[in-house]
C-alpha cells in the first residue's frame, strides 16, 4: 500500500489534512485508520475492495504547535501498513 499525507496551514483555523491510499498489485484496502494528534479522525471499513481512498479532513491540529498524523491501512488479508507525518 501506499500512504499519502499532506497539510496546508488553514486561513481560519489549524490545519487540513489530505490522506490518500492507493493498493499496490492483487491487495485491496480492507481497513482505513486515520488518527490526528492522538485522535481517530476516521476509521472505515470499504466494503467495494477499494483499490484507492482519499479522504480530507479540515481545521484540524494545532497552529501554532506540534502535529502528528497516523494512518494505519489494512488489506484484504488484514496485512497492516502504517504512515506517520509530524510538523511544528
Excluded: C
Excluded at 488518527?35 to 484507492?52: F, K, M, T, Y
Aim: zero cysteines.
Amino acid at each position: 500500500m501506499k500512504i499519502n499525507i499532506s497539510h496546508t496551514k488553514n486561513t481560519v483555523l489549524g490545519w487540513d489534512v489530505n490522506v490518500s491510499v492507493q493498493a499496490e498489485g492483487e491487495q485491496k484496502i480492507g481497513q482505513v485508520e486515520v488518527r490526528i494528534n492522538e485522535l481517530r479522525e476516521a476509521q472505515d471499513l470499504p466494503g467495494d475492495a477499494l483499490v484507492s481512498w482519499e479522504q480530507q479532513f479540515i481545521q484540524k491540529g494545532n497552529y501554532p504547535g506540534n502535529n502528528k498524523v497516523e494512518v494505519t491501512v489494512s488489506d484484504q488479508d488484514g496485512d497492516e501498513t502504517r504512515a506517520e507525518q509530524k510538523w511544528s
